[in-house]
Protein backbone atom coordinates (compact mmCIF):
# COMPACT_ATOMS: atom_id res chain seq x y z
CA UNK A 1 0.00 0.00 0.00
CA UNK A 2 1.41 3.63 -0.73
CA UNK A 3 0.99 6.02 1.95
CA UNK A 4 -0.17 9.48 0.69
CA UNK A 5 1.75 12.20 1.81
CA UNK A 6 1.12 14.93 -0.23
CA UNK A 7 0.62 18.17 1.64
CA UNK A 8 0.37 20.98 -1.23
CA UNK A 9 -0.06 20.22 -5.09
CA UNK A 10 2.54 20.98 -7.25
CA UNK A 11 2.97 24.49 -8.95
CA UNK A 12 3.16 25.39 -12.17
CA UNK A 13 5.07 28.28 -13.48
CA UNK A 14 4.68 31.53 -12.13
CA UNK A 15 3.98 32.88 -15.58
CA UNK A 16 1.94 30.19 -16.50
CA UNK A 17 -0.39 30.90 -12.76
CA UNK A 18 -1.00 34.50 -14.24
CA UNK A 19 -2.37 33.14 -17.32
CA UNK A 20 -5.83 34.25 -17.87
CA UNK A 21 -8.20 31.26 -18.38
CA UNK A 22 -9.41 31.40 -22.65
CA UNK A 23 -12.45 30.12 -23.79
CA UNK A 24 -13.51 30.89 -26.90
CA UNK A 25 -17.69 30.09 -27.03
CA UNK A 26 -17.85 26.55 -28.84
CA UNK A 27 -20.77 24.07 -27.63
CA UNK A 28 -24.32 23.71 -29.23
CA UNK A 29 -22.64 25.61 -32.64
CA UNK A 30 -26.17 23.95 -34.46
CA UNK A 31 -26.94 26.97 -36.48
CA UNK A 32 -25.75 29.46 -38.86
CA UNK A 33 -21.93 29.43 -37.96
CA UNK A 34 -20.63 33.17 -38.53
CA UNK A 35 -18.70 33.27 -35.48
CA UNK A 36 -15.45 31.66 -35.77
CA UNK A 37 -14.59 32.78 -39.97
CA UNK A 38 -14.63 28.91 -41.02
CA UNK A 39 -15.68 27.97 -44.11
CA UNK A 40 -19.24 27.47 -43.33
CA UNK A 41 -20.10 24.88 -45.94
CA UNK A 42 -17.93 21.99 -46.48
CA UNK A 43 -13.96 21.28 -47.65
CA UNK A 44 -13.81 19.82 -51.20
CA UNK A 45 -15.62 16.71 -52.25
CA UNK A 46 -12.05 14.96 -52.96
CA UNK A 47 -11.12 15.36 -49.19
CA UNK A 48 -13.67 13.51 -48.37
CA UNK A 49 -13.35 10.95 -51.23
CA UNK A 50 -9.73 10.39 -49.71
CA UNK A 51 -10.70 10.47 -46.49
CA UNK A 52 -13.55 7.50 -47.14
CA UNK A 53 -10.11 5.45 -48.39
CA UNK A 54 -8.56 5.81 -45.09
CA UNK A 55 -7.57 2.43 -43.65
CA UNK A 56 -7.52 0.91 -40.33
CA UNK A 57 -4.26 -0.50 -40.74
CA UNK A 58 -3.26 3.09 -41.93
CA UNK A 59 -4.26 4.73 -38.48
CA UNK A 60 -1.60 2.05 -36.76
CA UNK A 61 1.13 3.86 -38.36
CA UNK A 62 2.68 7.40 -36.81
CA UNK A 63 2.36 9.85 -39.19
CA UNK A 64 5.04 11.09 -41.25
CA UNK A 65 5.21 14.89 -42.16
CA UNK A 66 7.63 15.20 -44.48
CA UNK A 67 6.58 14.13 -47.56
CA UNK A 68 3.64 16.12 -47.86
CA UNK A 69 5.64 18.88 -46.27
CA UNK A 70 7.53 18.59 -50.00
CA UNK A 71 4.55 18.84 -51.71
CA UNK A 72 3.20 21.95 -49.73
CA UNK A 73 6.32 23.31 -50.01
CA UNK A 74 6.28 22.96 -54.02
CA UNK A 75 2.69 24.21 -53.88
CA UNK A 76 4.16 27.95 -52.29
CA UNK A 77 7.00 27.85 -54.65
CA UNK A 78 9.33 27.00 -51.35
CA UNK A 79 11.95 24.47 -50.43
CA UNK A 80 10.76 21.82 -47.90
CA UNK A 81 13.38 22.78 -45.65
CA UNK A 82 11.71 25.99 -45.49
CA UNK A 83 8.18 24.96 -44.10
CA UNK A 84 6.84 22.75 -41.31
CA UNK A 85 3.47 21.67 -41.26
CA UNK A 86 1.92 22.19 -37.56
CA UNK A 87 -1.47 21.32 -35.91
CA UNK A 88 -2.57 24.50 -37.27
CA UNK A 89 -1.48 27.98 -36.94
CA UNK A 90 -2.06 28.01 -33.74
CA UNK A 91 1.08 25.24 -32.85
CA UNK A 92 2.83 27.26 -35.16
CA UNK A 93 2.78 30.07 -32.76
CA UNK A 94 3.23 28.32 -29.85
CA UNK A 95 6.66 27.13 -31.34
CA UNK A 96 7.63 29.79 -32.74
CA UNK A 97 7.19 31.58 -29.24
CA UNK A 98 9.17 28.42 -27.75
CA UNK A 99 11.95 28.63 -30.09
CA UNK A 100 11.97 32.55 -29.61
CA UNK A 101 11.38 34.37 -26.94
CA UNK A 102 13.07 34.02 -23.93
CA UNK A 103 13.13 36.49 -20.63
CA UNK A 104 13.30 39.85 -21.24
CA UNK A 105 12.44 39.79 -24.74
CA UNK A 106 9.36 41.66 -25.89
CA UNK A 107 6.76 40.35 -28.39
CA UNK A 108 5.38 43.33 -30.37
CA UNK A 109 1.64 43.45 -31.33
CA UNK A 110 -0.61 45.62 -32.78
CA UNK A 111 -3.97 45.28 -31.12
CA UNK A 112 -6.51 44.23 -31.63
CA UNK A 113 -5.62 41.39 -33.11
CA UNK A 114 -6.12 37.30 -32.79
CA UNK A 115 -6.25 36.24 -29.33
CA UNK A 116 -3.86 33.43 -29.59
CA UNK A 117 -0.65 35.18 -30.00
CA UNK A 118 -1.03 36.57 -26.64
CA UNK A 119 -2.11 33.47 -24.75
CA UNK A 120 0.95 31.84 -25.97
CA UNK A 121 3.99 34.74 -25.11
CA UNK A 122 1.91 35.21 -21.57
CA UNK A 123 3.02 31.08 -21.10
CA UNK A 124 6.49 32.34 -22.12
CA UNK A 125 8.97 34.88 -20.08
CA UNK A 126 8.75 37.45 -22.61
CA UNK A 127 7.29 40.80 -22.07
CA UNK A 128 3.87 41.60 -24.76
CA UNK A 129 4.16 45.10 -26.09
CA UNK A 130 0.78 46.17 -27.63
CA UNK A 131 0.25 48.80 -30.00
CA UNK A 132 -3.26 50.17 -29.93
CA UNK A 133 -4.96 50.66 -34.21
CA UNK A 134 -6.76 54.20 -33.81
CA UNK A 135 -10.55 54.28 -34.07
CA UNK A 136 -10.70 53.08 -37.29
CA UNK A 137 -8.86 50.20 -36.90
CA UNK A 138 -6.52 50.67 -39.58
CA UNK A 139 -3.00 48.70 -38.79
CA UNK A 140 -0.55 51.07 -36.62
CA UNK A 141 2.44 51.52 -38.69
CA UNK A 142 4.28 54.47 -37.55
CA UNK A 143 3.36 53.66 -34.09
CA UNK A 144 4.60 50.13 -34.67
CA UNK A 145 7.65 50.93 -35.77
CA UNK A 146 8.54 53.40 -32.88
CA UNK A 147 7.78 50.59 -30.49
CA UNK A 148 10.57 48.44 -31.80
CA UNK A 149 13.55 48.39 -29.20
CA UNK A 150 16.88 46.19 -29.45
CA UNK A 151 14.46 43.61 -26.86
CA UNK A 152 11.89 43.02 -29.73
CA UNK A 153 12.20 39.67 -30.40
CA UNK A 154 8.89 38.52 -32.43
CA UNK A 155 6.48 40.91 -34.35
CA UNK A 156 3.17 39.63 -35.05
CA UNK A 157 1.08 40.98 -37.59
CA UNK A 158 -2.06 39.02 -38.85
CA UNK A 159 -2.76 40.29 -42.61
CA UNK A 160 -5.75 40.35 -42.96
CA UNK A 161 -6.33 41.15 -39.01
CA UNK A 162 -8.82 39.96 -37.39
CA UNK A 163 -11.17 40.83 -35.81
CA UNK A 164 -10.53 44.41 -37.75
CA UNK A 165 -10.21 42.67 -41.73
CA UNK A 166 -7.68 45.61 -42.04
CA UNK A 167 -4.23 44.75 -44.07
CA UNK A 168 -1.02 45.81 -44.33
CA UNK A 169 0.90 46.64 -47.55
CA UNK A 170 3.93 44.70 -48.63
CA UNK A 171 5.93 47.79 -48.83
CA UNK A 172 5.31 48.46 -45.32
CA UNK A 173 5.68 44.56 -44.15
CA UNK A 174 9.44 44.67 -45.85
CA UNK A 175 10.00 48.35 -43.90
CA UNK A 176 8.94 46.82 -40.24
CA UNK A 177 11.58 43.90 -41.20
CA UNK A 178 14.14 46.19 -42.12
CA UNK A 179 13.69 47.89 -38.86
CA UNK A 180 13.75 45.10 -36.89
CA UNK A 181 16.39 42.92 -37.86
CA UNK A 182 17.15 41.30 -34.75
CA UNK A 183 13.26 40.34 -34.45
CA UNK A 184 11.51 37.84 -36.59
CA UNK A 185 8.57 38.95 -38.09
CA UNK A 186 5.70 36.78 -38.26
CA UNK A 187 2.83 37.56 -41.10
CA UNK A 188 -0.01 35.37 -40.52
CA UNK A 189 -1.85 34.94 -44.23
CA UNK A 190 -4.59 33.13 -42.49
CA UNK A 191 -7.45 34.94 -44.24
CA UNK A 192 -4.69 35.23 -47.78
CA UNK A 193 -7.66 33.50 -50.01
CA UNK A 194 -9.75 36.49 -49.50
CA UNK A 195 -7.51 39.06 -50.03
CA UNK A 196 -4.87 38.06 -52.42
CA UNK A 197 -2.27 39.77 -51.47
CA UNK A 198 1.04 37.35 -50.13
CA UNK A 199 4.82 38.43 -48.82
CA UNK A 200 5.13 34.20 -49.08
CA UNK A 201 7.02 34.81 -52.21
CA UNK A 202 9.67 36.97 -49.88
CA UNK A 203 10.92 34.02 -47.82
CA UNK A 204 14.75 33.80 -48.02
CA UNK A 205 14.90 37.00 -49.34
CA UNK A 206 13.74 39.28 -46.37
CA UNK A 207 15.76 37.23 -43.79
CA UNK A 208 13.86 37.81 -40.44
CA UNK A 209 10.41 36.47 -42.18
CA UNK A 210 8.45 33.94 -41.41
CA UNK A 211 4.50 33.32 -43.11
CA UNK A 212 1.85 31.30 -41.57
CA UNK A 213 -0.39 29.59 -43.19
CA UNK A 214 -3.93 27.81 -41.91
CA UNK A 215 -6.44 25.45 -43.87
CA UNK A 216 -8.88 25.88 -41.21
CA UNK A 217 -10.47 29.04 -43.10
CA UNK A 218 -10.79 29.05 -46.85
CA UNK A 219 -10.38 25.02 -47.28
CA UNK A 220 -12.29 23.84 -44.94
CA UNK A 221 -10.33 21.89 -42.68
CA UNK A 222 -10.65 23.51 -39.43
CA UNK A 223 -11.54 20.52 -37.51
CA UNK A 224 -8.03 18.74 -39.17
CA UNK A 225 -5.74 21.09 -37.08
CA UNK A 226 -3.47 21.98 -39.69
CA UNK A 227 -1.45 24.60 -40.91
CA UNK A 228 2.24 25.79 -42.31
CA UNK A 229 4.83 27.80 -41.31
CA UNK A 230 7.13 29.15 -44.11
CA UNK A 231 10.63 30.59 -43.45
CA UNK A 232 14.37 30.84 -43.90
CA UNK A 233 16.17 27.34 -43.21
CA UNK A 234 18.54 29.36 -40.57
CA UNK A 235 15.27 30.42 -38.65
CA UNK A 236 12.83 26.97 -39.77
CA UNK A 237 15.71 24.65 -38.11
CA UNK A 238 14.88 26.29 -34.44
CA UNK A 239 11.43 25.94 -35.21
CA UNK A 240 11.60 22.24 -36.15
CA UNK A 241 13.92 21.13 -33.24
CA UNK A 242 10.69 22.49 -30.78
CA UNK A 243 8.17 20.80 -33.33
CA UNK A 244 6.91 17.12 -32.42
CA UNK A 245 7.49 15.14 -35.83
CA UNK A 246 4.14 13.62 -35.15
CA UNK A 247 1.78 16.88 -34.31
CA UNK A 248 0.22 16.67 -37.50
CA UNK A 249 -2.02 14.02 -37.91
CA UNK A 250 -2.04 10.88 -40.57
CA UNK A 251 -5.64 12.02 -41.75
CA UNK A 252 -4.61 16.10 -41.56
CA UNK A 253 -1.43 14.50 -44.07
CA UNK A 254 -3.73 12.19 -46.14
CA UNK A 255 -6.30 15.05 -46.68
CA UNK A 256 -4.22 17.50 -47.37
CA UNK A 257 -2.81 16.79 -51.49
CA UNK A 258 -6.08 16.39 -52.56
CA UNK A 259 -7.47 19.96 -50.86
CA UNK A 260 -4.19 21.68 -52.75
CA UNK A 261 -4.89 19.95 -55.78
CA UNK A 262 -8.63 20.98 -55.79
CA UNK A 263 -8.03 24.76 -56.46
CA UNK A 264 -11.25 24.95 -58.59
CA UNK A 265 -12.94 24.01 -55.57
CA UNK A 266 -10.97 26.33 -53.66
CA UNK A 267 -11.79 29.29 -55.79
CA UNK A 268 -15.18 28.95 -56.73
CA UNK A 269 -15.72 28.86 -52.82
CA UNK A 270 -13.32 31.78 -52.01
CA UNK A 271 -15.33 34.04 -54.77
CA UNK A 272 -18.89 33.20 -53.43
CA UNK A 273 -17.45 34.34 -50.12
CA UNK A 274 -16.14 38.19 -52.19
CA UNK A 275 -19.88 38.13 -54.22
CA UNK A 276 -20.97 37.34 -50.51
CA UNK A 277 -19.63 39.98 -48.49
CA UNK A 278 -20.45 42.79 -50.98
CA UNK A 279 -24.31 42.10 -50.67
CA UNK A 280 -23.84 41.94 -47.01
CA UNK A 281 -21.76 45.46 -46.66
CA UNK A 282 -24.63 46.80 -48.65
CA UNK A 283 -27.18 45.72 -46.46
CA UNK A 284 -25.47 47.11 -43.32
CA UNK A 285 -24.79 50.26 -45.12
CA UNK A 286 -28.94 50.18 -45.71
CA UNK A 287 -29.57 49.19 -41.67
CA UNK A 288 -27.48 52.05 -40.91
CA UNK A 289 -24.89 50.08 -39.10
CA UNK A 290 -21.06 50.94 -38.79
CA UNK A 291 -18.08 48.63 -40.14
CA UNK A 292 -15.15 48.38 -41.03
CA UNK A 293 -13.77 47.46 -44.57
CA UNK A 294 -12.33 44.01 -44.24
CA UNK A 295 -10.28 42.03 -46.65
CA UNK A 296 -11.55 38.92 -44.82
CA UNK A 297 -13.85 37.16 -44.84
CA UNK A 298 -15.54 38.71 -41.82
CA UNK A 299 -16.80 42.13 -41.03
CA UNK A 300 -16.94 43.97 -37.90
CA UNK A 301 -19.76 45.84 -37.17
CA UNK A 302 -20.47 48.83 -34.56
CA UNK A 303 -23.96 47.74 -32.59
CA UNK A 304 -23.17 49.62 -29.30
CA UNK A 305 -23.98 48.90 -25.98
CA UNK A 306 -26.39 46.83 -27.06
CA UNK A 307 -24.05 44.41 -28.14
CA UNK A 308 -24.51 41.20 -25.89
CA UNK A 309 -28.23 41.48 -26.47
CA UNK A 310 -27.50 41.46 -30.20
CA UNK A 311 -25.80 38.31 -29.86
CA UNK A 312 -28.50 37.02 -28.21
CA UNK A 313 -31.10 37.88 -30.10
CA UNK A 314 -28.88 36.59 -33.02
CA UNK A 315 -28.73 33.17 -31.72
CA UNK A 316 -32.12 32.62 -31.01
CA UNK A 317 -32.45 33.49 -34.53
CA UNK A 318 -30.45 30.51 -35.39
CA UNK A 319 -27.40 32.69 -36.77
CA UNK A 320 -23.88 32.76 -34.16
CA UNK A 321 -21.87 35.92 -34.30
CA UNK A 322 -19.09 36.79 -32.03
CA UNK A 323 -18.99 39.42 -29.71
CA UNK A 324 -15.69 40.92 -29.96
CA UNK A 325 -16.56 43.95 -27.12
CA UNK A 326 -13.48 42.74 -25.07
CA UNK A 327 -11.10 43.13 -27.69
CA UNK A 328 -9.38 46.58 -27.18
CA UNK A 329 -10.83 49.20 -28.59
CA UNK A 330 -13.39 47.21 -29.79
CA UNK A 331 -16.75 48.34 -27.37
CA UNK A 332 -19.69 47.52 -28.67
CA UNK A 333 -18.71 45.72 -31.46
CA UNK A 334 -19.64 42.42 -33.16
CA UNK A 335 -17.68 40.01 -35.97
CA UNK A 336 -19.58 38.73 -38.61
CA UNK A 337 -18.39 35.69 -40.59
CA UNK A 338 -19.19 35.70 -44.00
CA UNK A 339 -20.81 32.85 -45.80
CA UNK A 340 -22.27 32.42 -48.91
CA UNK A 341 -25.10 34.83 -50.27
CA UNK A 342 -27.85 32.74 -49.59
CA UNK A 343 -26.60 32.45 -45.77
CA UNK A 344 -25.56 35.86 -45.83
CA UNK A 345 -29.77 36.74 -46.76
CA UNK A 346 -30.35 34.49 -43.89
CA UNK A 347 -27.87 36.89 -41.67
CA UNK A 348 -29.49 39.77 -42.74
CA UNK A 349 -32.81 39.03 -42.13
CA UNK A 350 -31.69 37.94 -39.01
CA UNK A 351 -29.92 41.03 -38.17
CA UNK A 352 -32.95 43.63 -39.04
CA UNK A 353 -35.04 41.61 -36.61
CA UNK A 354 -32.53 42.01 -33.68
CA UNK A 355 -32.11 45.63 -34.92
CA UNK A 356 -35.80 46.22 -34.64
CA UNK A 357 -36.26 44.57 -31.46
CA UNK A 358 -33.21 46.42 -29.79
CA UNK A 359 -35.10 49.69 -31.00
CA UNK A 360 -38.59 48.54 -29.77
CA UNK A 361 -36.74 48.22 -26.79
CA UNK A 362 -35.29 51.32 -26.47
CA UNK A 363 -38.74 53.33 -27.64
CA UNK A 364 -40.14 51.52 -24.90
CA UNK A 365 -37.79 52.47 -22.16
C1 LIG B 1 -5.25 35.41 -37.65
C2 LIG B 1 -5.50 33.98 -37.29
N1 LIG B 1 -4.46 33.13 -37.24
C3 LIG B 1 -4.64 31.83 -36.93
C4 LIG B 1 -5.89 31.33 -36.65
C5 LIG B 1 -6.03 29.89 -36.24
O1 LIG B 1 -5.67 29.05 -37.25
P1 LIG B 1 -5.66 27.47 -37.01
O2 LIG B 1 -7.08 26.99 -37.03
O3 LIG B 1 -4.86 26.96 -38.16
O4 LIG B 1 -5.01 27.21 -35.69
C6 LIG B 1 -7.00 32.17 -36.68
C7 LIG B 1 -8.33 31.63 -36.34
O5 LIG B 1 -9.28 32.29 -36.09
C8 LIG B 1 -6.80 33.53 -37.01
O6 LIG B 1 -7.82 34.39 -37.02
Redesign the pocket.
Known sequence: MVESVTTRNPTPRARVQAMKEYHPPLGSRDALRLD??ENTLACSPKVREVLGRISAGALTRYPEREPVEAVVAAHLGLAAAQVAL????????HVLFEAFLEAGDELLLPVP??T?YEVYASATDARVVAVLAAGDLQFPFERLIAAVTPRTKIIAI?NP??PSGSVVTRAQLVEIANRAPHAVLLV?E??FHFHGETVIDLIGIVPNLIV?R????AYGL?GL???VLAGPVELMRWVKRVLSPYSVNSLALACLPPALEDTAYLDGYVSEVLEARRDFEAALDEAGIRRWPSQANFILVDIGPQHAEFVRLMRAAGVLVRDRSSDPGCDGRVRITIGTREQMRQAVAALNQALATLRAGKEAQ
Request: charged share 20%; net charge negative.
Open positions: FNTNGVDEAITYMANSDAYATFSKARIG
